[in-house]
């Protein structure tokens, strides 16, 4: 480092509008972490760490001292260094607004249109949209779409946060449904309703009351103003020394220096090569978060000339190496306007393919610089810049400078090429293209935004002066080898031939030669990966013949249409939609909450980051930081643990490990104490526990547990799949569902089938990782939790019982969740537990949040199954006999997998009648991760697998599937295989409804006519009906509690057993106090659930909980209701607050627990079939149309129309949210999300980057949800049903869509319609599905001694 130097080690920054002064930066800091922990500013939020989920955007605004102008853009915090942020503006959520103060346009329009569920993600979103608004204050929804490509939503769906922001934009008419004013609003107030029936229910059963399709009223919105802003420091703009001050930075292990010209970046790099310069930190950050990389120093570039200029010459532009993406989008788009097209042909690809490069806040930092120097071998701009010949300058100081060409030379190993350390990259030179070059370049993924290609081309061609013979070829591919590589022997071979079908057939035999990749390779995907290299190719073949037929008509015949479809490029629809629901009854009071769209309790809150979840909670003084060492095998015998080093680190306080508790309390579980809750003598999954270590602050913590050293000795077998586990006969006990004599239905049937079918599992993604706090009461070994949990009582006994102590020493408190759908239901366990033991052992609170990979790989997910099946039917396709088989990969402990595989016998029916069934689940035991509880449990796998057998009857028999589906549908009075009697079934109503809203029969010909005449474009549509039944099949769990409290200034604190994490629980459960109490929701708050205020409490799960909290809820306030009548008799003019009063004053007590156990169930026996195990069933069916691309595999959901019978629905916004919700993740689970693990056990998708939530581009352009109107539910709370779970199977749609398309894709190729697909449809399924030429080419990956990067477990 310079010495001779006068450097500044102060960091000055600005934070919403408050000056920030910082002395001894540690370089190590992220800015996420200072606001957070240092400022306490939690509203901006830690999701993944990896700059791949959004969470934790903030925005940054720069002056630019030459142009006179601020620039704003968002950033993600995790990943942008403390000390990178000199001299600028950094505003976060707590910055634009406050339900304090003032809520910000982009505040309230989120939270009023219902665009927050859980709340965790939508801080972050705030941000996007509000820093395009700083920049764009009248943006396109095309500008919206671009600013969210990196922002990730488990809840909501996607659709009503672009509904709520739809009005800020250019295309503003629309603000939810059609934008009619809701009648509901003009209408007169009318009274309370009278005469509950026992579950409260007022709805006349056949009344049908008027249909609404808004859920808030746009008219509301404060209008955007955009001269209320904060406005940028003014000291930042003064001339002064901020953009050419020396920084420097000394951490205990790295030190930052911001350098200001060349010349000492030369300097310092002949002094120091292996120094690092940090741009944009988007790779350096992931290698030293992930990889555990240290790099001891950093050299910030920001404001070196030389690297951060921009020069368009009479050659091309050449781009300084930190120049960001978006800089270079801007400017490339500036070309591509002002120049003749021919000449920006490269341009305009290297901007196509930076649409869906990361996500905006990553292409805001991210440098071309950073890409090339990474010479990641997937990275997406290589390709391109190597096809382009883009030329490089780099210097040293030694050498000087020298031009480098990238070339096929270029890239000399893995994440290597020619640049020396010593050197650096100043500039990069991206040339016009200057004759016929057409030029593209192609981005197959498996989600569209923010996703790095699998396999993708930069190709570019030059002709011969007038004529078609190829002068020039490049060819250059990502994701074949471990460099960027070109295809030299093709581009040698091809070059002189004329561009017709035989170079086409040379191209891509030669292609496969040039481009092998091993059955091992690391990715996997291998067929695909090579289908893909030739599949973009023909698509490049089509694509420059489509301009030379326009240069050269007599010489080369024009696309046909079919043909054009496989050079289509991918454009932005804005999505739309409609909403429909049920009015209220006329008459009904206007502040009667129930059946009104009601805003979430939480939206203001999660939309300004007040909304508190664990990891915000503030620290006690005293309070320390766990982080897990994990199991690095799958099943093996610990040999040692070696914890000395980490206990040297210093600030660590503690290591814990199966020492520090009896054997006995050592094993835990919800169902079968099966699990070590540290592992003490054998692991039995990659990701187990074996200790903590605790220490001062999480950063020493996690390092410190890096340093635990564990030895192993393997233990044989190690069962990782299903097919190993079939093999060893690894299950617990298999359960068994009979109806009538299945064998005996065989005999009799016209005829049989038999198939099978693998589902993959899910992770559950929830945007808030799991975190925890244990804190020692002080006195009589008491403990207080505080836990992100479904299941407060669950935790409050575990914590007890590892602990010794008796149940009413341990309060477990859950505020709220950021996110849960199952995975907080069991496996907190595993986390609140031992921070408890570490609390209780060192007298100190003790608090764990995990990073999102460590949470991926400890804490499992959904259930991979797989399916064999087998059906009996007449020759008209009615069902005689089914017998199925279901295997779940239940991982290393039983936790939930009997109750899930319980779920999936009895729903696996869908909607189908059969006399004679026989099924069986096998729960099998493997060396994973336990996996345990997720939306739905185990239905979606079940039901799939289903409607896969209903279509290979309707296959077999040549008729049309919908026609076998309506056939076997169940009408009210049958009765299914676990003898429970169909009462009130809608689901041939939810059927006709929704075929008539989709105009599904006249789409299914319009897509006929579509297919017949395109062939590489293909669509697909397909109505999908559901049933799932409603209960828990223990019967204790069927019961709920409540406690309401009335304070006598008449304010009502509500507390029951359910926990919120997003599905809108506490928001129902205040509009039913409301209506019971008569009071208008604002007198209710529901502050958290806590085993001190309702015990005994069963998980929020199944759906169930509005049910039985609400009928508790419902008889706690129905009693004080009759406490106050007398009251209410003597004084009827009087108001709530005169009639609390008075009975205070009158010595009656205003608080009331309530009760509630589910009548008219018995409870429900497996072995024996015997009993009732639901209360009641949800219905409903949807439409869904997709299109494929049948070369990339590739596909979108054009639209989707669902009709859910939700009874009378408490909240429609509430329902329709869960409704859209669900869906997506059900998308997520049958198309796009894959798990993949090593044949080790290892999990390879840690994290957003790898693995792919659905994303705002995957909504389906056109999405229409309707509640089923006059469909009252005599069994639930006024008259409801629950919608948690059941909407996501109607993701089969989606998936069935996608088998049509593909049967047509591969019957225009002369392949049978008829074949396998899996679930997920991954786009690497369906490209493998599309079988056509070009897929016969690739020979089958074999193994032969090798392991496959990853196996389906
Ligand atoms: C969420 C996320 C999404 C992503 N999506 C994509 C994607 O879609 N496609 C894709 O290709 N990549 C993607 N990436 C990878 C990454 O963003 C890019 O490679 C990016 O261009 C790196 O630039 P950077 O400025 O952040 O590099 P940094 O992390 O700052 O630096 C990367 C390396 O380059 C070196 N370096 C930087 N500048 C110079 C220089 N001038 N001279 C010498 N060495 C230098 C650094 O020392 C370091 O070794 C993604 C990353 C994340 C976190
Ligand atoms: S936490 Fe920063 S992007 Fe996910
Ligand atoms: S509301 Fe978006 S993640 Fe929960």
């Known amino acids: 480092m310079p010495t001779t130097m006068h450097s500044r080690n102060t960091l000055t920054f600005f934070v919403n509008g408050k000056k920030v002064e910082e002395p001894n930066v540690d370089p190590e800091m992220t800015l996420l972490t200072f606001l957070r922990e240092k400022l306490r500013l939690c509203g901006t939020k830690l999701g993944c760490g990896e700059g791949g989920c959004g969470s934790c955007t903030v925005m940054a605004s720069r002056y630019r001292r030459g142009r006179d102008h601020v620039k704003h853009y968002s950033i993600v915090a995790c990943l942008t260094p403390l000390a990178a942020v000199h001299g600028l503006a950094v505003t976060t959520v707590e910055g634009i607004g406050s339900t304090q103060t003032r809520l910000h346009a982009v505040q309230e329009r989120i939270a009023r249109a219902h665009g927050s569920q859980c709340g965790f993600c939508t801080p972050g979103i705030v941000m996007s949209m509000y820093t395009l608004l700083r920049n764009h204050p009248k943006p396109s929804m095309d500008q919206l779409d671009e600013y969210f490509t990196g922002n990730l939503c488990r809840c909501t769906g996607y659709r009503p946060i672009l509904e709520g922001f739809r009005g800020l934009t250019t295309d503003a008419s629309a603000g939810g449904g059609c934008g009619r004013k809701d009648c509901c609003k003009l209408r007169a107030q009318g009274c309370w309703e009278e005469g509950e029936t026992s579950n409260g229910d007022v709805s006349d059963v056949n009344q049908v009351n008027d249909i609404s399709h808004v859920l808030y009223d746009p008219e509301n919105f404060r209008p955007y103003d955009p001269s209320q802003e904060l406005i940028f420091p003014p000291e930042l ?13 000394k951490g205990p292990r790295v030190s930052y220096v911001r350098l200001v010209s060349l010349e000492q970046l030369l300097d310092l790099k002949a002094q120091e090569p292996e120094a690092r310069i940090v741009a944009g930190n988007t790779e350096l950050g992931i290698d030293v978060k ?26 091309g532009v050449t781009f300084g190496s930190s120049v960001t993406l978006s800089d270079i989008e801007e400017t490339l788009r500036e070309q591509v306007n002002t120049h003749p097209e021919y000449r920006t042909r490269v341009f305009a690809a290297i901007l196509e393919m930076l649409r869906w490069f990361g996500g905006k806040q990553i292409r805001n930092v991210a440098t071309l610089g950073g890409n090339i120097m990474t010479s990641s071998p997937i990275s997406d701009l290589n390709p391109l810049l190597a096809a382009a010949e883009a030329r490089l300058t780099v210097t040293s100081k030694e050498k000087g400078e020298r031009e480098v060409v990238m070339d096929q030379n270029f890239f000399t190993g893995y994440r290597q090429n020619l640049i020396r350390p010593e ?35 930069g190709m570019r061609v030059a002709f011969r002066p007038d004529s078609i013979a190829v002068e020039r070829l490049r060819l250059a591919f990502g994701g074949m080898a471990p460099t960027t590589v070109m295809a030299l022997s093709t581009m040698k071979e091809l070059e002189g031939r004329c561009w017709d079908s035989a170079l086409m057939e040379a191209g891509t035999s030669l292609l496969l030669q040039d481009l092998p990749l091993s059955a091992s390779a690391p990715g996997g995907m291998v067929e695909y990966r090579r289908a893909l290299t030739i599949s973009l190719f023909f698509k490049f073949y089509l694509s420059v013949r489509g301009r030379l037929s326009e240069q050269f008509p007599s ?108 054997e006995e309390r050592n094993k835990v579980g919800p169902i079968a104490a099966d699990e070590e809750l540290f592992a003490s003598k054998k692991v039995v999954c990659v990701g187990q526990l074996i200790g903590l270590v605790v220490a001062k602050d999480r950063a020493t913590a996690q390092r410190a547990a890096r340093v635990v050293r564990i030895q192993y000795e393997d233990i044989k077998p190690c069962i990782i799949t299903i097919q190993d586990a079939i093999k060893e006969q690894s299950w617990w006990t298999p359960l068994t569902i009979t109806k009538g ?53 669950g935790t409050q006994r575990h914590v007890a019982a590892v602990l010794g102590v008796p149940l009413n020493l341990v309060t477990c408190r859950v505020k709220r969740l950021g996110g849960a759908f199952g995975g907080k239901e069991t ?22 949040s995990l990073d999102r990979d460590e949470d991926m790989q400890m804490t499992g997910g959904r259930h991979p199954f797989l399916g064999r099946w087998k059906i009996g039917f007449t020759k008209e396709g009615i069902f005689k006999a089914i017998k199925m088989d279901l295997y779940s990969n239940g991982g290393c402990s039983l936790d939930l997998s009997g109750a899930v595989m319980g779920y999936a016998l009895l729903n696996h029916d869908n909607v189908y009648r059969c006399e004679n069934r026989h099924i069986t689940g096998y729960p099998c035991k493997t060396n994973l991760p336990s996996n345990t509880a997720f939306r739905a449990f185990g239905s979606p796998q079940a039901i799939i697998v289903t409607e896969y057998m209903v279509s290979r009857v309707a296959e077999f028999l040549n008729m049309d599937p919908d026609e076998v589906r309506l056939k076997n549908m169940y009408v009210s009075g049958d009765v299914t295989h676990y003898k429970q009697t169909l009462e009130r079934c809608t689901v041939r109503r939810c059927w006709d409804e929704v075929v008539s809203q989709a105009d599904y029969h006249m789409r299914k010909e319009m897509v006929q006519q579509f297919n017949s005449s395109n062939k590489y474009t293909k669509r697909g549509i397909a109505a999908l009906p559901l049933k799932f039944g409603l209960g828990f099949i223990e019967l204790f769990l069927n019961q709920a509690g409540a406690l309401v409290m009335v304070y006598t200034d008449g304010s009502v604190l509500l507390s029951h057993g359910g926990t919120e994490m997003g599905q809108g629980l506490h928001t129902k459960m205040i509009q039913v106090a409301s209506r019971v109490l008569k009071i208008p929701v604002t007198r209710i708050y529901i502050d958290e659930t806590s085993t001190d205020k309702v015990p005994n409490t069963t998980s929020t799960a199944a759906s169930l909980s509005s049910d039985l909290y609400g ?5 706690a306030c129905t009693t004080i209701m009759q406490r106050l009548e007398p009251y209410i008799a003597s004084n009827p003019k009087g108001e709530w607050d005169d009639w609390v009063t008075a009975a205070y004053f009158d010595r009656v007590s205003l608080s009331a627990t309530g009760f509630y156990k589910t009548p008219g169930i018995s409870g429900y026996n497996l072995e024996t079939n015997e009993g009732r195990p639901f209360n009641y069933f949800c219905f409903g069916a949807a439409v869904t149309e997709v299109e494929v691309d049948c070369l990339t595999g590739d596909h979108s959901v054009l639209r989707t129309d669902i009709v859910m019978d939700v009874g009378d629905s408490l909240n429609p916004a509430v329902d329709i949210g869960q409704v859209e919700g669900a869906f997506m993740q059900g998308l997520g689970l049958y198309t796009l999300e894959e798990l993949r693990y090593s044949p080790e056990g290892v999990l390879l998708t840690r994290g957003p980057g790898t693995y792919k939530i659905p994303g705002f581009q995957n909504i389906p352009r056109e999405f229409n949800v309707s509640l089923l109107r006059g469909a009252p539910n005599p069994r639930a709370v006024f008259s409801s049903k629950a919608t948690g779970e059941p909407p ?24 049978s319609p008829v074949f396998r697909l899996d679930s997920p449809a991954t786009a690497e399924r369906i490209r493998m599905a599309c079988q056509d030429s070009l897929t016969q080419k690739i020979e089958p990956a074999v193994l032969n001694n090798e392991k496959p990067w990853s196996v389906t477990v």
């Open 290 to 315: 992930f990889k555990n990389k240290n790099y001891p120093v950093l050299i910030d570039p920001a404001i070196i000339p030389e690297v951060t200029a921009i020069s368009v010459t009479e050659t």
């Open 1288 to 1311: 996501l199977l109607l993701a089969t749609s989606v998936f069935y869509a996608i088998k049509q398309a593909v049967a047509s894709a591969r019957a225009d190729q002369g392949f």
């Open 423 to 457: 050197e650096v990259l100043v500039t990069i030179h991206i040339p016009y293209t200057q004759q016929v070059s057409p030029y593209v370049s192609s981005l197959p993924s498996r989600r569209r935004d923010d996703d790095i290609a699998i396999v993708n081309a």
């Open 237 to 249: 703009k003064t001339p002064n020394e901020w953009e050419s001050q020396y920084l420097a930075f």
């Open 827 to 848: 496996r907190n366990i595993m986390l609140s537990v031992p921070i408890s033991v570490a609390a209780a052992a060192l007298k100190r609170p003790v608090r764990i």
């Open 741 to 793: 004599d299945v064998e005996a239905g065989f005999r009799s049937s016209e005829h049989v089938l038999e198939g099978e079918m693998h589902v993959g599992g899910q992770e559950h993604f929830y945007l808030e990782t799991h975190a925890h706090l244990a804190v020692p009461k002080g006195e009589d070994g008491g403990m207080e939790v505080y836990s992100a949990t479904q299941n407060a009582a």
């Open 1111 to 1115: 009928m508790a809820v419902l008889n």
């Open 555 to 662: 010489l080369v015949h024009p696309l046909t249409k079919a043909e054009q479809t496989a050079t289509q490029v991918h454009r932005y629809i804005p999505p739309q939609g409609t909403q429909l629901f049920q009015s209220v009854p006329p008459g009904q009071h206007s502040l009667d909450p129930i059946g009104r769209p009601i805003t979430h309790a939480s939206a203001f809150k999660h939309a300004t980051g007040e909304a508190v979840y664990v990891d915000d909670m503030p620290r006690f003084e005293n309070e320390l930081q766990a982080a897990p060492v994990l199991s690095t095998r799958a099943h093996a015998k610990i040999l040692s643990i070696d914890e000395k080093e980490a206990l040297g680190i210093e600030g660590v306080e503690g290591f814990f490990c199966w020492k520090d508790l009896p």
